[in-house]
């Protein structure tokens, strides 16, 4: 199919739709018009723009002709010229398939890797930096769990983050994150390298993923660490083991047993949502590698170098010398490099 034969398609859809929506449509099929009509309106929009572009080329290349006309016609061609491929652009992004996720709240997982007390104190870093971004963005930033170590660190942070396309920015986050610097604890001043893992999972809704009580083994035992009088006193914590995968959650945050199992079964499902997901893109693009990695959790995506006071991605080779803003929050440089050099690569792709 041609780009002209694709955009045809499109309008002659909206106009379907439209005609649909103002003959006898009724009931649910009107929301599903809506809904549909909806999303195509980003698109229609730009198609629109672009057609507006390709016209007054036209318009200024036959006014051109004309000997009064003719220097003011150069000047319109000449600006709309220099408009028409970033319109192009911009169109052919709003035809690129949508991930169906972009627009679903996540939930953040983070836990030490290799690095010990300096892993779980960067950890603990890490999980601030993001709070710290979700804040920044108007995001609803929820702790799920928080097991704090006693220097300070974390051994495993999970928190829900909703707000506007928060998977659509944070998608890229998922990998290793590797920090170099000397710990507090080193008395010679060398410089170590610890890592940590870093998990975005879309969250997922009860119809996207069905649970077999069958398939689950729920089993009740008492908090430990800090949490108050209820820790070892009463069978607050849950542990639900799918059986099908193997999957494990645990939860204690909570003093309620029913709160912990409700946690404990949406990271689940997030964690079965992103799986089946997982999966199918794997199927689709079996031998290609995405430009900005695979967002598998064991793939070293980012650099941490105090010393030098820098922050690198090694998927895009982009280095910021902005280490402390990064670690307050200020992500969004480093994101929208990120996805520029994702639409790039899906661009080529669709040729």
């Given at each position: 199919?041609?780009?002209?034969?694709?955009?045809?398609?499109?309008?002659?859809?909206?106009?379907?739709?439209?005609?649909?929506?103002?003959?006898?449509?009724?009931?649910?099929?009107?929301?599903?018009i809506a809904?549909?009509?909806?999303?195509?309106?980003?698109?229609?929009?730009?198609?629109?723009?672009?057609?507006?572009a390709?016209r007054?080329?036209?318009?200024?290349?036959?006014?051109?002709?004309?000997?009064?006309?003719?220097?003011?016609?150069?000047?319109?061609?000449?600006?709309?010229?220099?408009r028409?491929?970033?319109?192009?652009?911009?169109?052919?992004?709003?035809?690129?398939?949508?991930?169906?996720?972009?627009?679903?709240?996540?939930?953040?997982?983070?836990r030490?890797?290799?690095?010990?007390?300096?892993?779980?104190?960067?950890?603990?870093?890490?999980?601030?930096?993001?709070?710290?971004?979700?804040?920044?963005?108007?995001?609803?930033?929820?702790?799920?769990?928080?097991?704090?170590?006693?220097?300070?660190?974390?051994?495993?942070?999970?928190?829900?983050?909703?707000?506007?396309?928060?998977?659509?920015?944070?998608?890229?986050?998922?990998?290793?994150?590797?920090?170099?610097?000397v710990?507090?604890?080193?008395?010679?001043?060398?410089?170590?390298?610890?890592?940590?893992?870093?998990?975005?999972?879309?969250?997922?809704?009860?119809?996207?993923?069905?649970?077999?009580?069958?398939d689950?083994?729920?089993?009740?035992?008492?908090?430990?660490?800090?949490?108050?009088?209820?820790?070892?006193?009463?069978?607050?914590?849950?542990?639900?083991?799918?059986?099908?995968?193997?999957?494990?959650?645990?939860?204690?945050?909570?003093?309620?047993?029913?709160?912990?199992?409700?946690?404990?079964?949406?990271?689940?499902?997030?964690?079965?949502?992103?799986?089946?997901?997982?999966?199918?893109?794997?199927?689709?693009?079996?031998?290609?590698?995405?430009?900005?990695?695979?967002?598998?959790?064991s793939?070293?995506?980012?650099?941490?170098?105090?010393?030098?006071g820098?922050v690198?991605?090694?998927?895009?080779?982009?280095?910021?010398?902005?280490?402390?803003?990064?670690?307050?929050?200020?992500?969004d440089?480093?994101?929208?490099?990120?996805?520029?050099?994702?639409?790039?690569?899906?661009?080529?792709?669709?040729?």
């Amino acid at each position: 199919m041609t780009f002209a034969e694709k955009l045809a398609r499109i309008e002659d859809r909206a106009a379907e739709l439209r005609a649909r929506l103002a003959g006898d449509a009724q009931g649910a099929e009107i929301g599903a018009i809506a809904k549909e009509l909806a999303e195509l309106e980003p698109v229609l929009a730009r198609i629109a723009a672009w057609r507006e572009a390709e016209r007054a080329i036209a318009e200024a290349e036959a006014a051109r002709e004309d000997p009064e006309l003719a220097p003011l016609a150069e000047a319109e061609l000449a600006e709309w010229r220099a408009r028409l491929p970033e319109l192009e652009r911009a169109l052919r992004l709003a035809l690129l398939p949508r991930d169906e996720a972009d627009e679903r709240a996540v939930i953040l997982e983070i836990r030490p890797a290799a690095g010990g007390d300096e892993a779980a104190l960067f950890a603990a870093e890490l999980f601030a930096m993001y709070r710290r971004y979700a804040e920044s963005r108007g995001w609803r930033f929820e702790v799920l769990e928080y097991d704090a170590t006693e220097l300070g660190g974390l051994r495993e942070g999970i928190a829900e983050i909703a707000g506007g396309a928060v998977y659509a920015r944070l998608k890229y986050e998922s990998g290793v994150h590797r920090v170099q610097r000397v710990p507090v604890t080193e008395s010679q001043g060398r410089i170590h390298t610890s890592t940590v893992t870093v998990a975005i999972l879309p969250e997922a809704e009860e119809v996207d993923v069905a649970l077999n009580e069958a398939d689950l083994r729920i089993d009740v035992f008492r908090a430990s660490g800090a949490g108050g009088q209820h820790v070892n006193k009463t069978e607050s914590a849950v542990r639900i083991t799918h059986l099908p995968t193997g999957i494990v959650v645990s939860m204690q945050d909570e003093k309620s047993q029913h709160k912990n199992r409700a946690k404990a079964l949406k990271i689940l499902r997030a964690r079965l949502f992103e799986r089946e997901r997982s999966e199918r893109e794997a199927a689709r693009a079996a031998s290609r590698r995405a430009q900005i990695g695979t967002g598998d959790r064991s793939e070293r995506i980012r650099t941490y170098n105090f010393p030098q006071g820098r922050v690198t991605d090694h998927r895009i080779n982009f280095t910021l010398y902005k280490l402390d803003r990064v670690l307050a929050g200020e992500l969004d440089e480093l994101i929208e490099r990120l996805i520029a050099e994702d639409q790039a690569a899906r661009l080529a792709e669709a040729g």
